[in-house]
């Protein structure tokens, strides 16, 4: 027997850096405003990569290029936890028709 149950209210964003989970998902909160959260992190992720890729690096040290990359795989991650929420919301409506 197969139990379905409700989809949680908060998810937690991927952490590394803790044991708990201190940054929630709200999947009540407006796929609007889901939306706009992922496409703000999306667009500055891309211009600093942009920056990032037109910079000349032999002048910076490799925990220079850590950081960078780091930075990058946060927001990265961040959208595509955020992103799992607008998928889960969106398989989880109802087909009308």
């Known amino acids: 027997m197969t139990m ?4 949680r209210r908060f998810t937690p964003f991927t952490q590394i850096a ?5 940054l929630l998902i709200d999947s009540h909160a407006p796929l609007r405003e889901l ?3 992922v496409s ?3 667009n500055a992720v891309l211009k600093y990569l942009n920056l990032m890729a037109c910079t000349s690096l032999p002048d910076y040290a490799e925990n220079d290029i850590n950081t960078v990359t780091n930075i ?3 927001l990265i991650q961040d959208v595509a ?3 799992g929420v607008i998928e889960q919301l969106g398989f989880d409506e109802p087909v009308t028709g």
């Open 4 to 7: 379905n149950h409700p989809p």
């Open 18 to 22: 803790t044991d708990y989970p201190v």
């Open 35 to 37: 939306h706009a959260c």
């Open 40 to 42: 703000e992190r999306l």
């Open 72 to 74: 990058a795989r946060i």
């Open 81 to 83: 936890d955020v992103f």
